[in-house]
């Protein structure tokens, strides 16, 4: 029983790292530039260079976070504790 739950606590660790750069790194710089080229009218593709621009930013900062102090996770009672 300790082999599985040594196992399951390495997996929470590493998934939760996953999620972290792709909720928190890449969705923010992502999502803007995927609406990017299909924006018809230069106003609101000027907007959404300006979020790509400050999503970017905002992603780099987090990322910075990221590395300085990781995300903590653990399993309580069947649930993800991400802090």
Not at 27 to 35: D, N
Not at 59 to 81: D, E, K, Y
Request: hydrophobic share 45%; proline share 6%; glycine share 10%.
């Amino acid at each position: 029983m300790g082999r599985v739950a040594a196992v399951q606590d390495v997996l929470v660790t590493v998934f939760s790292q996953v999620f972290g750069f792709f909720a928190l790194f890449l969705g923010p710089a992502y999502l803007p530039l995927t609406v990017l080229p299909v924006e018809p009218g230069s106003r609101r593709r000027r907007i959404h260079q300006t979020l790509l621009v400050t999503g970017s930013g905002v992603a780099v900062f987090i990322c910075g976070s990221m590395t300085r102090s990781p995300l903590q996770t653990h399993l309580t009672g069947g649930h993800l504790c991400i802090t």
